[in-house]
């Protein structure tokens, strides 16, 4: 957040917001639009659609949020929620093939399709 | 005695007590919803696509709830700001427009939820499947439901498409099923004896609603819990504009803190879950 609060330094944040709601309207209807093209690669979408919604977070969190110009303190405590956040994401993705002892790892793809009591779809 | 730093920030680290607070809490909401963001991205990659049903959500629906969502994001920041200059009639005026929002969108999700529970899938006997409705729009049937009404069979009016397609064939399938209008989906009678599985799209249809209504209804929860608290300073809770009204903007800062981070969540689920 700002220090400096007169009425002329709100009135510009005031600007700098609809700005970046129009922006967010914008990338919003961007998003959708993207979709419906049809890229060669899933991957492609998946990481289109990601950085676009990543740019949308970043514009909330930077000015919405006041990140910007936010006291050290605030940083720390985020910073140190990133690196616990891909600490647990990587032991999430890590333990993906760990299975109980005694017990197989199969893919998905290999489980032929069952009902509840047994017999195949 | 009074409590310090209410209003006044602390002068080592620039900070009032609730906005640490506050900032504390959304940190461990980046855990929560980190985690079911985790828990979905490895579920679909290792799922089957035939057991993942993506494309059954309503586009157009999200991306007005989106919208929604995002206006009530700048009607929270514009509150305070008009709290800021002093100007508190406007505050109220930006903020029930951002409680409006919210009610606004928590009506379209349970449209989109009652939506979802009157919609079917039928696994058949000789390996066919359909999505598509029962006569009657009924809601939470089973396979088990048809054995305790005695039914011999139900009329089911068949979807266009079947999301195991590809989705160029989906499209194609749907956009033919519109040219032909009410003429398309005709009721079929289905008997129960060809019937090996019926459900509604309800939590335990499939992993991937397991994980859409979790994801989706835990937000909810947090857009309800958000919209209340920020009733609440609004309504009875503006007595403190008249005897501390540093603290009282300080307070809708920090709920507005709350409100921006749940659009940031909805930023990334509403691609990842209707678009992707």
Redesign the interface.
Known sequence: ?SDD?S?EA??K??RT??V??VA??VG??V??GL?SL?FARFWV??TI??F??TI??AL??GF??HLISE????YA??V??VC??AA??YL??WG?FQVPRGSEFI???E?P?K?ASG?A? | MDIPYTAKARPD???FNA??GI??FL?SE??LF??LF??YI?LRV???P??WPQGLLN?PIG?FN??VL??S??T???SW?SL??GNFGRYRFYQSITILCALGFLGIKSFEYRDKWSHYEV?KTD?T?MTGHIEGKPYFWRTETLARKKLDSITFLPDASHYTMP??EQHKAQHHAEQQGAGAHKPIEIKTSEI??LSAFVPGHSTYFAIYFTLTALHGLHVLGGALVIAYIWGPGAKMWKTDPERYTNRV?VS??FW??V??VW??L???LY??
């Open positions: 957040m609060h009425h709100i009135k944040h005031v917001y609809i970046i709601f967010l309207l919003t209807l998003t959708v979709n049809d979408t998946v659609a990601l676009v919604a949308k977070a909330v969190a919405f949020m006291k050290k303190a605030v405590v985020l140190t929620t616990f956040f647990m994401m999430t993705v993906r893919p998905a793809k489980i399709l009902t017999g779809f | 680290t620039g900070l906005k640490v900032w504390l940190a980046v855990m980190g985690a985790s828990a490895l290792g799922a089957d035939a057991t586009i991306t989106t919208l995002i206006t994001s700048v929270v920041v514009l700001a800021k200059m696994w390996g499947r989705r160029a090996k599985r800062e507005g803190l921006h981070f659009d940031l930023i990334f509403f691609p990842v678009l992707l």
